[in-house]
């Protein structure tokens, strides 16, 4: 089984320029989550998906950050204008109910 | 609301040593708890979960951990560690209430195994 895939594996821009990170979760998996990953932090919940749905963006910071997933499936995470601050490892991860959390290996945003 | 902290951030051992790290999470409600493990240059890989039943879990690569709902902790263990057990460890949470479905990480716990 494949797992989830994230692509790119890097990306380094230059801070006010936008910039977009894909997910493909596994097969069937309904729920897809969005984690962003800070330099010696423990990942933080972005944004969560059922199916079509975002249910949870209350840590999404709306201003700058947007996402979707169209068909329920692949999934796009979007940052525009990109601050410093950015800069992190952005981790998608998919679910069926809640039992089990398969992780992609994140993109690594450098702003500059 | 709910969170999760690990004890210890840097942790260095000789191999063959035992390891214990820390987890405890504020949530008085039932919970799913995970440890997950991030060896350089990886993803997160799942080593453990439990969900119910015998609060002593096994997972892969001679890890366990054991859930102690008094407590409201989550300790990993290991008897003997080795130099490939090099890598950061997360405990993670995942509070059953409402409709959060979110896994709460706590801040991460760094193994360094000396050769």
């Known amino acids: 089984e494949a797992g989830v895939v994230q692509s790119p594996r890097y990306k380094i821009i230059e801070k006010k320029q936008p910039v977009a990170f894909w997910c493909n979760p596994i097969s069937g998996h309904n729920t897809l989550y969005w984690y962003r990953q800070n330099l010696g932090q423990g990942p933080e919940l972005l944004i969560r998906y059922e199916n079509e749905e975002a249910v949870d963006d209350s840590q999404l910071p709306k201003d700058r950050f947007s996402a979707e997933r169209l068909k329920g499936v692949d999934s796009t995470l979007k940052i525009q204008p990109a601050e410093l601050g950015d800069s992190a490892v952005y981790l998608c991860a998919s679910s069926l109910a809640r039992n089990g959390y398969t992780f992609g290996s994140g993109t690594r945003l450098t702003v500059v | 609301a709910q969170s999760v902290s690990q004890h210890n951030h840097h942790v260095i051992l000789s191999e063959a040593a035992s390891l214990e790290l820390g987890c405890n999470y504020s949530?008085?409600?039932?919970?799913?708890l995970f440890w997950y493990v991030q060896y350089p240059g990886q993803h997160l890989q799942l080593l453990l979960k439990?969900?119910?039943?015998?609060?002593l879990v096994k997972g892969i690569k001679g890890f366990e951990a054991e859930f102690i709902k008094s407590k409201f902790s989550f300790n990993l263990r290991k008897p003997s560690v080795q130099w490939s057990d090099t890598a950061e460890y997360f405990c993670a949470v995942n509070c059953l209430s409402g409709n959060t479905g979110k896994l709460i990480f706590g801040q991460g716990t760094t193994l360094q195994v000396k050769p």
């Open positions: 439990y969900f119910s039943g015998d609060p």
């Open positions: 949530y008085g409600g039932t919970v799913n």
